[in-house]
């Protein structure tokens, strides 16, 4: 049986350009799959195979650049065989796709045996062609916007990255259950080419899969090529066009690799950390089950009730210092982790006596002379660890170190305090009752300026909370202005030396 004859289908250079796409499309798909999926068992060991997530994603930008560079040529060569060569426009959907498809259809259903003749490209290879120009467009875009997301910021809502994020991995999945299901199957499977491995096809595949275009060569009736001069004449103005736009597009992939400089690549190099940490998620307890802690999960050594913003303290080394693996966890992922102890029974209150029954005096305490105004008991101390009360009523107090971070206004700060944010400082002290008014002195009416509303209003007691003004202050907030010099109002106190308007709103409040 003599050799069938055979027809070039592919170029070298088309066969090198069609590796380059396969190659560093499986790269991606090699690396990107188990990053879309992480948190599963599957996907944390395929990553630990590839030698890590770092490794991982190096090789998904390696390939990524790849695939851009293939493109770019792409792109410029189909430009030179369109405006120079004047080649048709075979991969170009027309009507009859649509007609082709229906005909194939109903040659595999049975409803016709006459089998459709297909031209160079056929409609399958068309469409799948077309999902990939689609698919590299929709992943370029998003890979940008995933890669420089801190730049992306500053042009478009920041919400939009998690949505370059759910649509780069849904294109990608698609993309991959696509050469898997149907290039692969379509090429290699049912009909094995191969035209990418010796560039040719013989009569019998050109007749099965061609037939149209195996017609037209057989009758001569080949795309006709222009004369060598009108090829240099109109390559005299197509390179020069060509170059700058290529030149263009290697900028372009150039600032997309290297656009942003984030803080992990700006700040000094420290101690290597994961970059990965998954939330361990709370154990569901069986009904009637002991309450059970992973292994992961560490009881915390002192109690903690009360309080919630753990990165306060530990994130910025007020306190024991988070394990360098804990790097980017968030307060959520403290309390999944770390349980706290059982909280220190409360001391139990002092009996009251019953109505009409005297009160009974502890033995060995002395008692009160008579007519002695009433004491305010000292704030129960607060087991180790947990929230310290504070020995006055602070409420409506929140601008905690407008008073105590120069100790113009209160109590100094301790030294092991600097850097605390009032944030800290509600999360570990919290206000302690106030100290009920004295019933036995009148209530005294303050001075009131002349002009003045002639509003009365209570004196707070002592370290009872704010101080209530003696007049309407309604829309003054730059309470210096006036009373620094005391040039238009009582001037401050000489302990207010020092004190700026937020610390007056903190304290003094408006009738």
Not at 146 to 153: D, G, H, K, S, V
Not at 473 to 488: F, M
């Amino acid at each position: 049986m003599s050799e069938q004859k055979q027809y070039l289908r592919f170029s070298v250079a088309q066969r090198i350009e069609h590796w380059a796409q396969m190659l560093s499309f499986t790269g991606l798909a090699l690396t990107g799959i188990p990053q879309k999926f992480v948190g599963n068992s599957w996907a944390e060991t395929w990553i630990q195979l590839m030698g890590g997530v770092e490794i991982v994603r190096t090789i998904h930008h390696v390939s990524a650049v790849v695939m851009a560079l293939a493109c770019i040529y792409h792109v410029v060569v189909v430009a030179y065989k369109v405006f120079v060569l004047r080649v048709r426009w075979s991969m170009f959907p027309r009507l009859d796709d649509v007609f082709d498809a229906l005909d194939v259809v109903r040659y595999n259903l049975g409803l016709t045996k006459e089998k459709i003749k297909l031209d160079r490209f056929s409609f399958e290879e068309k469409a799948e062609y077309w999902a990939f120009v689609w698919g590299a467009i929709l992943m370029g875009f998003t890979g940008f916007m995933m890669w420089n997301p801190i730049n992306t910021a500053r042009f478009v809502p920041g919400d939009l990255i998690p949505a370059a994020k759910a649509a780069h991995g849904g294109e990608a999945l698609l993309a991959v259950l696509a050469i898997i299901v149907w290039h692969f199957y379509g090429v290699h499977i049912k009909n094995f080419s191969k035209a990418m491995f010796t560039g040719k096809l013989s009569e019998t595949e050109m007749e099965h899969e061609h037939a149209l275009e195996l017609e037209r060569i057989q009758a001569g009736a080949t795309d006709p090529r222009p004369n060598a001069e009108t090829i240099k004449k109109r390559e005299r103005f197509f390179i020069p066009v060509a170059a700058i736009l290529s030149a263009l597009m290697l900028v372009a992939l150039y600032l997309f690799v290297t656009y942003e400089q984030t803080a992990i690549t700006t700040l000094p190099r420290r101690a290597q950390v994961p970059i990965f940490a998954p939330i361990t998620p709370t154990p569901t307890l069986r009904p009637g089950a002991p309450p059970t802690l992973p292994a992961a999960a560490k009881v915390l050594p002192d109690t903690h009730a009360g309080r919630t913003t753990c990165n306060n303290c530990h994130a910025n080394n007020i306190g024991p210092k988070n394990p360098a693996d804990h790097a980017g966890r968030t307060d959520a992922t403290c309390t999944a982790c770390h349980k706290l102890p059982g909280a220190a029974p409360a001391a139990p209150p002092p009996s009251t006596p019953a109505q009409g029954a005297p009160a009974t005096k502890p033995a060995g305490a002395t008692a009160a002379p008579t007519g002695a105004p009433a004491t305010k008991p000292a704030a129960t101390a607060a087991p180790a660890g947990a929230a310290k009360p504070l020995p006055a009523s602070h409420a409506g107090r929140t601008t905690c170190n407008a008073c105590h971070e120069t100790g113009v206004a209160g109590p100094k700060n301790p030294a092991d305090h600097a850097g605390r944010a009032d944030a800290t400082c509600a999360a570990c002290h919290k206000p302690a009752d106030a100290a009920p008014a004295p019933t036995s002195a009148p209530a005294t009416k303050p001075a009131v300026a002349p002009g003045a509303p002639t509003t009365a209003a209570t004196t707070a007691p002592a370290s009872a909370g704010p101080k209530v003004l003696p007049a309407s202050h309604a829309g003054r907030a730059i309470c210096n202005a006036c009373h620094e010099t005391g040039a238009a109002g009582p001037k401050n106190p000489a302990d207010h030396a020092g004190r700026a308007d937020a610390t007056c709103v903190a304290c003094h409040k408006l009738p």
